[in-house]
């Protein structure tokens, strides 16, 4: 596990989430209403390096942000 990596690809995510107007709470309820089980809680650990993102949530949240996969690993 990188953690150095894991806490940047986070803090990205954290921004470009703010960026584009979401709560946690927001994003993580239009993740689930497109079939994606994650919750807020999730969220807020991906944010500070604490849990991996797995494939189907990054294509979610891609899709809802409306932002590049280049955007999201920076």
Known sequence: MDTAYDK???QN???LRI??????DQ???KLQV???DITRSAIAKI????????????KKIHEIL???YNDMFI
């Open 19 to 24: 960026e584009a107007g979401f709560t946690q």
């Open 66 to 68: 409306g932002v590049s």
């Open 47 to 58: 944010e500070v390096g604490q849990r991996h993102i797995y494939p189907d949530e990054i």
């Open 8 to 10: 940047a690809f986070g």
């Open 34 to 36: 497109d079939g994606c």
């Open 27 to 29: 994003l993580a309820a």
């Open 13 to 15: 995510l954290r921004r």
